[in-house]
C-alpha cells in the first residue's frame, strides 16, 4: 500500500464515525485503541489491510449513517464520551442506540443547547476556532449588571493568559444578559464574569449557529434538511484540525 494511501489512526475513527480527532487520541493515550492486536503510538497511520480495535471491539469499515442531534442538556450532565468514569454522563443520559459523541463541551452546572453526531469531519470543522461560529447564552449573575460591565465584556476580559473575542451582549433585566461568543474558551463566560467581580448563578445555551434550543430539558430531536444544509454552507470553507 502506497504512503499516500494510508491514513493517520486519529483521522480514521473520525472518519469512521466513531469519534472525534481530540476523542481518538485520548483512546490512544489510554491504550484502548489497538492495531492488528498492537497498541500504536500517536500519529500512526494505517491501510485498509489493517484491524482497528477500540476496547476490543472492531471498527468496520462500513459507514454508518450520518446522526445529526440537537439536545438540551440539563444541569448535572457531563459531556463526555467515557462512560467508565463519569455516571452522569451525556452518552448515558440520552442512551441513543448506536454510537455518537458531542461537539464540543457545556458545563456541568450549565444547560442548554449541544450537538452530538457521529460524523468527525463536520466536528473538526465546527470546532474549529477560527472560524469562529456563534453561540447564543443567556446568562444570569449575582448582583446588578452595570453599563461598564456590558462594556467590558463586549470589548474583551483577559482570561487563560489572552484576551476573549469581540462579543455581542445585551442587558435583559437587572440580573440577566444575553451574550454571543464566538470562541470557545474553557468556562469562558463564567470566568470572564469572575474577571468582572460577578458570579454566574445560572447559565443556558440557547443557539449554536443556525440550530436554536426549541425542545423541552433533557428531550433532543434530529436536525432537519434544511438545517444541517445551512450548516454545511456556513462550514464550507472551515478549516478542518490538522492532526
Not at 25 to 53: A, C, F, S, W
Not at 109 to 126: A, F, H, R, W
Not at 134 to 157: A, C, H, R, W
Request: hydrophobic share 35%; with cysteine; aromatic share 6%.
Amino acid at each position: 500500500m502506497k504512503e499516500k494511501d494510508a491514513t493517520r489512526i486519529n483521522k480514521f475513527l473520525s472518519e469512521m464515525g466513531y469519534c472525534s480527532r481530540r476523542a481518538a487520541d485520548k483512546l490512544i493515550e489510554q491504550g484502548r485503541v489497538t492495531i492488528n492486536g498492537k497498541v500504536p503510538e500517536m500519529g500512526t497511520k494505517i491501510t485498509v489491510d489493517d484491524e482497528v480495535h477500540v476496547d476490543g471491539k472492531l471498527i468496520s469499515e462500513a459507514r454508518e449513517k450520518p446522526i445529526y442531534i440537537a439536545f438540551n442538556k440539563p444541569i448535572g450532565i457531563v459531556c463526555t464520551t467515557d462512560t467508565r468514569v463519569e455516571k452522569d454522563n451525556i452518552i448515558d443520559y440520552i442512551n441513543y442506540p448506536s454510537r455518537i459523541f458531542p461537539i464540543g463541551r457545556l458545563d456541568k452546572p450549565s444547560e442548554g443547547l449541544i450537538l452530538l453526531t457521529n460524523d468527525g469531519d463536520i466536528v473538526n470543522k465546527i470546532l474549529r476556532a477560527r472560524n469562529k461560529h456563534q453561540k447564543e447564552y443567556i446568562v444570569k449573575v449575582d448582583k446588578p449588571i452595570t453599563k461598564t460591565f456590558l462594556d467590558k465584556m463586549s470589548n474583551g476580559v483577559p482570561i487563560l493568559d489572552r484576551v476573549t473575542r469581540k462579543c455581542e451582549i445585551e442587558k435583559i433585566s437587572t440580573y440577566q444578559f444575553k451574550i454571543v461568543l464566538t470562541q470557545g474558551l474553557n468556562r469562558q463566560i463564567r470566568r470572564m464574569c469572575e474577571y468582572l467581580g460577578y458570579e454566574v448563578m445560572a447559565l443556558k445555551r440557547i443557539r449554536i449557529m443556525n440550530i436554536s434550543l426549541d425542545v423541552p430539558v433533557g428531550k433532543w430531536r434530529y436536525l432537519s434538511k434544511e438545517e444541517l444544509r445551512e450548516i454545511n454552507e456556513m462550514i464550507s470553507g472551515s478549516s478542518k484540525t490538522h492532526n
